[in-house]
């Protein structure tokens, strides 16, 4: 396997990502670290294996399984195979999978060894570098967990061959968000230019793709591992609308094109609030409509009350207020509360209000 980058986070710990020429050479790593192990499959992930390993642990996928109760049966398999605090936790699924299973190496026994497979795109540009760990509670989503980054992350792009479409559109949408946040259009201009080859999975334009994505997290993740200087916010880009969308719908939505949306969203409150260039927002709807998310979606007048409440159980709030991410040029964005007429306007049918 070769490796990308090491990311450097808080106290030293360090992520290494590799990618694998194919998969056999992925499963030639996974095949090194013997029997101290304990696999976290969910039930689309596992048909991957041909022969699954014993030491496993197979959930069921999706959005709605990521609580206290698949943790519990993740903590509690580890028990079962007598599983100690040098032992590793290898996750091998999509973002969902990633994030419970990192959340209970970062509590069985005060913190295991921990390898992440992402097999989807979202997971490969998003849930599986950074070090965050979490479950979602009571409707909110991401509410509870830590920080705790994966020794390794291990990613073949083979396994998205077989990813179904709507997976492999979420997935983009994380991809997107970065094109926004990058210090330069490099990843911007690479959407555009090669569409086309991103949209038949070429191999190496996919690595490519990912590759610039990630080096995008890791710039934003590395001056603030633990999100308290507010430059790791900005990586929520879209992601406040987004989650609320998530929840009002109770996750029937993708992450990924919720994210697109929530962008979508972000982008014309910033223009209404001045924040946001308006040539700069028409740019990005383009992208996002050339990519085919639905970014002219609207709630129902009558789920405004839902989505408010959804917003107000955001984890970004700072002093009760909630906060947004904004864009005043690719590469800078500000974070910013926004006027709820603002937030109505880009958000509920038929609501309207002038550019500032």
Same mark, same amino acid.
């Given at each position: 396997?070769? *490796?990308? +980058?090491?990311?450097?986070?808080?106290?030293?710990?360090?992520?290494?990502?590799?990618?694998?020429?194919?998969?056999?050479?992925?499963?030639?790593?996974?095949?090194?670290?013997? /029997? /101290?192990?304990?696999?976290?499959?969910?039930?689309?992930?596992? @048909?991957?294996? =041909?022969?699954?390993?014993? @030491? @496993?642990?197979?959930?069921?996928?999706?959005?709605?399984?990521?609580?206290?109760?698949?943790?519990?049966?993740?903590?509690?398999?580890? %028990?079962?195979?007598? +599983?100690?605090?040098?032992?590793?936790?290898?996750?091998?699924?999509?973002?969902?999978?990633?994030?419970?299973?990192?959340?209970?190496?970062?509590?069985?026994? #005060?913190?295991?060894?921990?390898?992440?497979?992402?097999?989807?795109?979202?997971? +490969?540009?998003?849930?599986?570098?950074?070090?965050?760990?979490?479950?979602?509670?009571?409707?909110?989503? /991401?509410?509870?967990?830590?920080?705790?980054?994966?020794?390794?992350?291990?990613?073949?792009?083979?396994?998205?061959?077989?990813?179904?479409?709507?997976?492999?559109?979420?997935?983009?949408?994380?991809?997107?968000? &970065?094109?926004?946040?990058?210090?330069?259009?490099?990843?911007?201009?690479?959407?555009?230019?090669?569409?086309?080859?991103?949209?038949?999975?070429? =191999? /190496?334009?996919?690595?490519?793709?990912?590759?610039?994505?990630?080096?995008?997290?890791?710039?934003?993740?590395?001056?603030?591992?633990?999100?308290?200087?507010?430059? @790791?916010?900005? %990586?929520?880009?879209? &992601?406040?609308?987004? &989650?609320?969308?998530?929840?009002?719908?109770?996750?029937?939505?993708? &992450?990924?094109?919720?994210?697109?949306?929530?962008?979508?969203?972000?982008?014309?409150?910033?223009? %209404?609030?001045?924040?946001?260039?308006?040539?700069?927002?028409?740019?990005?709807?383009?992208? %996002?409509?050339?990519?085919?998310?639905?970014?002219?979606? =609207?709630?129902?007048?009558?789920?405004?009350?839902?989505?408010?409440?959804?917003?107000?159980?955001?984890?970004?709030?700072?002093?009760?207020?909630?906060?947004?991410?904004?864009?005043?040029?690719?590469?800078?964005?500000?974070?910013?509360?926004?006027?709820?007429?603002?937030?109505?306007?880009?958000?509920?049918?038929?609501? #309207?209000? *002038?550019?500032?």
């Amino acid at each position: 396997m070769d *490796k990308k +980058m090491t990311v450097v986070l808080s106290g030293g710990m360090k992520t290494d990502v590799l990618f694998a020429k194919d998969i056999k050479d992925l499963s030639k790593q996974l095949s090194g670290y013997g /029997n /101290n192990v304990m696999w976290v499959f969910d039930a689309n992930s596992a @048909r991957l294996f =041909r022969d699954l390993p014993e @030491r @496993r642990l197979i959930l069921e996928p999706g959005e709605r399984e990521k609580n206290l109760r698949s943790l519990e049966l993740i903590v509690s398999r580890a %028990l079962s195979f007598g +599983m100690a605090r040098d032992s590793r936790f290898i996750a091998f699924g999509g973002g969902v999978v990633c994030d419970m299973t990192a959340l209970a190496a970062s509590l069985y026994m #005060r913190g295991a060894r921990l390898t992440l497979v992402p097999t989807t795109l979202l997971s +490969m540009v998003d849930a599986s570098l950074g070090g965050k760990t979490a479950i979602d509670y009571e409707g909110g989503k /991401n509410l509870i967990g830590t920080f705790y980054p994966a020794d390794e992350v291990l990613i073949s792009v083979d396994t998205l061959r077989t990813l179904p479409a709507k997976e492999f559109k979420c997935g983009l949408g994380e991809v997107v968000k &970065h094109a926004f946040l990058s210090d330069d259009v490099a990843l911007f201009e690479y959407l555009i230019d090669n569409k086309d080859a991103i949209l038949r999975r070429d =191999r /190496n334009t996919l690595a490519e793709l990912i590759g610039l994505s990630l080096d995008v997290k890791r710039k934003y993740i590395e001056k603030d591992p633990s999100e308290t200087k507010g430059i @790791r916010s900005f %990586l929520n880009f879209g &992601h406040t609308f987004a &989650h609320a969308l998530e929840s009002t719908a109770n996750f029937s939505i993708s &992450h990924g094109e919720a994210v697109a949306w929530g962008i979508g969203r972000a982008l014309e409150a910033g223009k %209404l609030c001045g924040v946001t260039p308006a040539p700069l927002a028409d740019k990005g709807m383009e992208l %996002l409509r050339l990519y085919g998310y639905d970014v002219d979606y =609207r709630i129902g007048r009558g789920d405004w009350i839902a989505y408010a409440e959804a917003l107000g159980k955001d984890k970004k709030k700072y002093s009760g207020s909630v906060k947004f991410v904004l864009l005043r040029d690719i590469g800078d964005p500000v974070l910013s509360a926004i006027d709820g007429k603002y937030v109505q306007a880009v958000t509920i049918q038929s609501v #309207r209000y *002038k550019v500032l």
